[in-house]
């Protein structure tokens, strides 16, 4: 079984900042990417920013310069540091690993966490 469990989402003025988490546990072999995504209300989920094991990042041109992705592999662990934050960044922001588990070592599958909210607003 593999978990990925999400923290650090809130509410948040305009202008101010958050920190996202998120750690992958359980009978895990190997993550490649890690990523977050995020869904608006009435809106298709899209890619906010992911990062290779290599450390290799992609980030979507709505927040370049304003999010940061790390990841500590030590700790399976994936990071979101959102600076700058506007009311269109509001979403919920899940969290996303392309991973190898134990039971299928030949097999790299999808990962999702359960979401958390972010809400910037006045």
């Known amino acids: 079984q593999v978990q990925l469990v999400e923290s650090g989402g809130g509410l948040v003025q305009p202008g101010g900042s958050l920190r996202l988490s998120c750690a992958a546990s359980?009978?895990?072999?190997?993550?490649?990417?890690m990523g977050w995504y995020r869904q608006a209300p009435g809106k298709q989920r899209e890619l906010v920013a992911a990062?290779?094991?290599?450390?290799?990042?992609n980030y979507a041109d709505s927040v370049k310069g304003r999010f940061t992705i790390s990841r500590d592999n030590a700790k399976n662990t994936v990071y979101l540091q959102m600076n700058s934050l506007k009311p269109e960044d509001t979403a919920v922001y899940y969290c996303?690993?392309?991973?190898?588990?134990?039971?299928?070592?030949?097999?790299?599958?999808?990962?999702w966490g359960q979401g958390t909210q972010v809400t910037v607003s006045s």
């Open positions: 996303n690993a392309d991973l190898r588990s134990n039971y299928d070592v030949t097999l790299s599958l999808d990962y």
């Open positions: 359980g009978s895990i072999f190997s993550i490649n990417a």
């Open positions: 990062v290779t094991s290599g450390g290799n990042t």
